[in-house]
């Protein structure tokens, strides 16, 4: 069966403690792995797409990276804006995605 | 200018009511989408339409039924609502073809609250 874990489910860091958050996935086939991040009371916001093992991907103070059976999301210095929930999907067919159940990240100053 | 918008923004109501949430996107996208998200965050699909025409309809309640009148709109109307359908809703959209590079896009969702 399809699945996608995150973890942890919850993390809180100091601004500018470094650290990553973790998306394993077990999947038929997979043809992209997602970041979002969403914040309270709105919807998803696109960070990354992956595509291969090895592949990585950086934006500001995150770096996504790739293997065969999960992905991470590195965070680099945090800041209180940071604060989050981060969601990965894969992406299995063309319209059909599997999300995990996010990692809530609050980055106290 | 909205790219996907939903409304409305909130809803509460009682069981055994029937309600609707519209969604409109302004992205020229040819696929969109209904997602559940429940309290422990699970983003799960429920519909997906492309130009017009369902192709992904998960197990979700026949009470659901799903209506896109053009490709830039995708409403969804729950009949006869029970306690467990209390979620917020996201309406998506994705381009396809060339411009498919799988990203979604989302609206601010539904938060639907059924008494």
């Known amino acids: 069966e399809d699945q996608v874990t995150q973890s942890p489910e919850a993390l809180r860091l100091q601004e500018g403690e470094s650290s990553s958050l973790n998306c394993s996935y077990t999947?038929?086939?997979?043809?992209?792995l997602f970041w979002y991040r969403q914040d309270p009371g709105k919807g998803p916001e696109f960070l990354f797409t992956?595509?291969?093992a090895g592949e990585e991907k950086e934006k500001e103070r995150l770096k996504a990276t790739l293997t065969k059976k999960e992905s991470f999301l590195h965070i680099t210095a945090p800041k209180p804006e940071d604060s989050a929930t981060y969601l990965c999907?894969?992406?299995?067919?063309?319209?059909?995605?599997?999300f995990g159940s996010g990692t809530k990240l609050n980055v106290k100053p | 200018d909205t790219a996907v918008s939903q409304t409305p923004k909130y809803l509460v109501t009682q069981m055994g009511n029937d309600k609707s949430i519209k969604c409109e996107q302004n992205?020229?996208?040819?696929?969109m989408y209904w997602y559940k998200q429940d309290s422990k965050k699970f983003l799960k699909i429920m519909f997906s339409?492309?130009?017009?025409?369902?192709?992904i309809n998960e197990t979700v309640p026949n009470r659901f039924s799903p209506k896109s009148p053009d490709k830039a709109h995708l409403n969804l109307h729950i009949n006869s609502l029970e306690l467990g359908d209390s979620a917020v809703y996201f309406c998506?959209?994705?381009?396809?073809?060339?411009?498919?590079?799988?990203?979604?896009?989302f609206g601010e969702g539904s938060r639907l609250t059924v008494l």
């Open positions: 998506a959209s994705s381009p396809t073809g060339s411009k498919d590079t799988g990203e979604l896009f």
């Open positions: 999947v038929s086939g997979l043809r992209g």
């Open positions: 992956l595509y291969s």
């Open positions: 999907a894969v992406q299995v067919n063309f319209n059909k995605f599997y």
């Open positions: 992205l020229g996208h040819d696929t």
């Open positions: 339409y492309n130009n017009k025409e369902l192709i």
